[in-house]
């Protein structure tokens, strides 16, 4: 791949530019691992197995999570998944359309949505996370049972520090401000 640099490579190029800054270089080498490794194994899975189902990450993630904890509102959803409820709304009427998931109102509250899957969502369920979890034991292959065990776990405790101290640790760095809106990328309108 034309412009494509091997983990080792970017390793050196970092020392190289940050040789001489007080750093935390096992911490950052943890995060960016982290990250390099999610990207990794998600390009890998769409561009394997998810891709002879015609489906995202996103998407797989989505009814993975509606598989497991069963009809679900979006909030929890999303929240599961990881993603904005606006991405959550757009996945789910795909999947929708793939006849995959239904979508209906909450029964006392009619501003809220349930996902559900379909038949034919649990029964793809059913046949491609063998084949998913097939390809989980292939990038995992390098490590034996007890690193993938030691690995998950300290993974855990970056998650929960995240969860439990991260907005604790986000007011102190912004000393109490909200963080600035995001930005779409967008030009403003005329």
């Not at 009814?63 to 999303?78: D, F, H, N, P, Q």
């Not at 209906?104 to 349930?114: M, Q, T």
């Not at 969502?121 to 490590?143: H, Y």
Request: with cysteine; charged share 30%.
């Amino acid at each position: 791949m034309p412009g494509h640099r091997s983990i080792t490579d970017a390793e050196k190029l970092v020392e190289a530019k940050l040789g001489g800054l007080p750093l935390h270089r096992e911490q950052m080498a943890m995060v960016s691992n982290i990250y390099r490794a999610a990207s990794a194994v998600r390009q890998h899975l769409e561009n394997s197995v998810l891709r002879g189902c015609d489906l995202t990450w996103t998407a797989f993630v989505v009814l993975w999570v509606v598989w497991i904890w069963g009809e679900s509102e979006t909030r929890k959803v999303a929240e599961e998944a990881g993603i904005s409820k606006g991405t959550l709304t757009g996945v789910s009427r795909t999947l929708e359309a793939k006849g995959l998931i239904r979508r209906s109102r909450h029964p006392s509250d009619g501003r809220l949505v349930l996902l559900n899957l379909t038949g034919e969502g649990a029964s793809l369920m059913r046949r491609v996370f063998p084949e998913f979890n097939e390809e989980e034991a292939f990038v995992t292959a390098p490590l034996t049972d007890e690193e993938c065990r030691q690995t998950a776990e300290a993974l855990r405790r970056v998650v929960l520090q995240v969860e439990t101290r991260g907005e604790e640790r986000r007011l102190t760095l912004l000393d109490g401000a909200e963080p600035a809106p995001r930005r779409s990328g967008r030009r403003p309108k005329a």
